[in-house]
Structures are given as structure tokens and as C-alpha cells.
């Protein structure tokens, strides 16, 4: 069974440019989660997504949005990027309501010049 | 809102046993779980207590004290390659289904 895809692995941005980052979650899984990760720091949450909608969101700027599409997958844009965006963005899933246990990807590293 | 707090680093003699604290504040409580990531990876799920009491998986171990808002992840038998971060995490808001992560604690283990 295939675990959480998150594409690109590694993206470098100008700052005031925008990154979208990827995310597919483990089949059956409906909940997608997304954090931040800036180096050598903890784990931030970002964004909560279940069932295609947002269901709850970090203490983040608006210029962090996503989605998440009806096949379950997700993205994560960032707009407006400044120099400390840059970090390891992480997504995990879960089933619904079994936000206990969630699986991670490899994560996208976002580097802003 | 949450807040959760764990030494920030631990080093360790490999073979021997080691423990690493965590408290949190929260405004409701669904149980404590316990990530481990290594240098260059993603978290991996290691163990979650919804109850008081000691949760067993092979040379990992965790507690919770409800009472106490505390926890531990106990690791025994320490094999080099424990090297990581632990992380707790912690879902506290009513409807919330995400976690709320420690700063983690760097474990260092040492021949």
C-alpha cells in the first residue's frame, strides 16, 4: 500500500513568488493535514482538510490557503513568500476522525531566495 | 488553545533506558500520542494513550496521567539508531481532528 506522495521534493522561490505543494494521502484516507517544519523547529499546524473542506487552520497568515479535491489529494499554496517560509512542509493523513494517528510524507523542502 | 512542553535534549548510553517527559495545557483532551522523526525524514507514528496508564509496544513504552496533564515515552534498550527526535502531540479542541505537536526532544544516543 502506497503511504502520503507529496511532490515537489525540493522547490527554491523568489521571494513575493508563489509555491503550490502537492499531496496525495494514503487510499481510504479522507482527512489531509498539512504543517510546517522550519529547520532544527517543531512541527506547526498548518490547515486541516476532511472530506473537501477546510475544517480548521493554524495560527498562519491568509497568504497559507489550499484545498482539497474530491479524489482526496490536496495542495498547499503559498503566496506573497517570504524569506522565512522557508521550511519542510509536511502532510499527513489519517482516516476521518482517527486524527490520532496520522501518516506522514517525506515532506517538500521550500527554499525562498 | 494547546501548548505542550518536552526537554529539548537527551543523551543516552546505548543498552540503557531512557525517558522523555512531556506536559500539555489544552482546552479539551483526546489523548496523548508520541511521533519519532529522524534527521532528513517524516514523523512516524510510535504509540497514543487515551487512558491513564502504561501502553507497551516492544522496547517503546508510553504513560499517561491525565490528572497530572503528563506523559512519557519510555525507550528501552537503546540501540544507536533511537538517534532521533521525539515529538508529542496532543488533540485538544472539540471537533479539531489535527494534532498539536511538542517541540520535540533531540535523542541522542552515545556508545
Known amino acids: 500500500e502506497a503511504g502520503v506522495t507529496q511532490s515537489p521534493t525540493h522547490l527554491i522561490k523568489t521571494r513575493g513568488q508563489q509555491a503550490t505543494l502537492r499531496c496525495s494521502p494514503i487510499?481510504?484516507?479522507?482527512?489531509v493535514y498539512w504543517y510546517q517544519q522550519a529547520l532544527g523547529l517543531g512541527l506547526q499546524f498548518l490547515l486541516w482538510?476532511?472530506?473537501?473542506?477546510?475544517?480548521n487552520r493554524g495560527n498562519f497568515p491568509p497568504r497559507f490557503s489550499g484545498r482539497q479535491f474530491p479524489n482526496y489529494s490536496s495542495e498547499l499554496n503559498v503566496n506573497a513568500l517570504e524569506l522565512e517560509d522557508s521550511a519542510l512542509y509536511l502532510c499527513?493523513?489519517?482516516?476521518?476522525?482517527?486524527?490520532?494517528?496520522?501518516?506522514f510524507g517525506e515532506g517538500s523542502w521550500l527554499t525562498v531566495v | 488553545g494547546q501548548s505542550l512542553e518536552q526537554p529539548s535534549e537527551v543523551t543516552a548510553v546505548e543498552g540503557a533506558i531512557v525517558q522523555i517527559n512531556c506536559t500539555y495545557q489544552t482546552s479539551g483532551f483526546y489523548g496523548l500520542s508520541w511521533y519519532q522523526q529522524h534527521d532528513g525524514g517524516a514523523p512516524t507514528f510510535l504509540s497514543y494513550?487515551?487512558?491513564?496508564g502504561l501502553e507497551e509496544t516492544g522496547r517503546f513504552s508510553s504513560f499517561l496521567s491525565r490528572s497530572d496533564s503528563y506523559g512519557y515515552l519510555l525507550l528501552q534498550e537503546l540501540q544507536m539508531k533511537d538517534s532521533a527526535s521525539y515529538f508529542c502531540a496532543v488533540r485538544g479542541q472539540t471537533g479539531a481532528n489535527n494534532l498539536f505537536f511538542g517541540t520535540g526532544t533531540r535523542l541522542t544516543v552515545i556508545p
Open positions: 499527513a493523513s489519517s482516516l476521518t476522525g482517527l486524527g490520532n494517528t496520522i501518516y
Open positions: 482538510y476532511d472530506e473537501g473542506e477546510e475544517r
Open positions: 494513550n487515551a487512558l491513564d
Open positions: 487510499s481510504g484516507h479522507t482527512s
